[in-house]
């Protein structure tokens, strides 16, 4: 299994700009994450979907932020437009969310993103 | 909202030692307990997990220790090792929901 896949795996861009950032799940899996890591507030859950419908977004910072899953495979998360304060890793995780059985998240390699 | 809360933010230990990073939580209903290990780079993955029905599981070098009156738990590592340098997450969870993260520890074990 190649695992939770995400690109680009490093973005630059300038402030105003729109990004996209993409996620591929782990086949099988029915849950994604979205998630941004600083080093001043760690690991902070942004969106999770379940079975591609997302169930709470209430730690998307604001209305700049939007997140998709299409379908089973593919999620994006969207930031328009950016500001530096957005400059952060941004972690895709998915897991086989099961009633009666454990949240093992599985994350990504990660998305560098750093808004000038 | 529900809370974790982890400590220290940082440790430093020899090669050898045992680092010991303890996590608190709020929510009596949460029933399982993992550890993740991010090393840099990297995303966090799954290291070991506990739940409330026993006081400790051990992993290797790797143990968790669990006061459910307390409402708090730890990992220690055991002969640890520079590989070992990372940042650990705890978390929590109840019943089919997400997990809740701690801030992260992050641990240098000097050679």
């Known amino acids: 299994d190649a695992g939770v896949i995400q690109s680009p795996r490093h973005e630059v861009t300038e402030m105003g700009q729109e990004v996209t950032l993409r996620c591929k799940p782990i086949?099988?899996?029915?849950?994604l994450f979205w998630y941004r890591q600083t080093m001043m507030r760690g690991l902070e859950l942004l969106i999770y979907?379940?079975?591609?419908?997302?169930?709470?977004d209430s730690g998307m910072p604001e209305d700049r932020f939007s997140a998709k899953m299409p379908n089973a495979s593919f999620s994006t998360l969207k930031i328009q437009p950016s500001e530096p304060r957005d400059s952060a890793v941004y972690f895709c995780?998915?897991?086989?969310?099961?009633?009666?059985?454990?949240?093992?998240?599985?994350f990504g390699p990660g998305t560098r993103l750093t808004v000038l | 909202q529900q809370q974790v809360k982890q400590s220290p933010q940082s440790l430093i230990v020899q090669k050898g030692g045992i680092p010991i990073i303890n996590c608190a939580y709020e929510?009596?209903?949460?029933?399982?307990f993992p550890w993740y290990q991010q090393f840099p780079g990297k995303g966090p993955a799954l290291l070991i997990a506990?739940?409330?029905?026993?006081s400790e599981k051990k992993e290797g070098r790797f143990t968790i220790s669990f006061n459910k009156s307390a409402k708090q738990f730890s990992l220690h590592i055991m002969d640890s090792q520079p590989g070992d340098s990372a940042t650990y997450f705890c978390?929590?969870?109840?019943?089919?929901?997400?997990?809740?993260f701690g801030k992260g520890t992050m641990l240098l074990v000097s050679p």
């Open positions: 995780a998915s897991s086989l969310l099961l009633a009666g059985g454990t949240d093992t998240q599985y």
């Open positions: 086949s099988g899996h029915n849950s």
């Open positions: 979907f379940n079975n591609n419908v997302p169930i709470d």
């Open positions: 929510n009596t209903a949460f029933d399982y």
């Open positions: 506990i739940r409330p029905d026993v």
């Open positions: 978390a929590a969870s109840k019943g089919y929901s997400t997990l809740t």
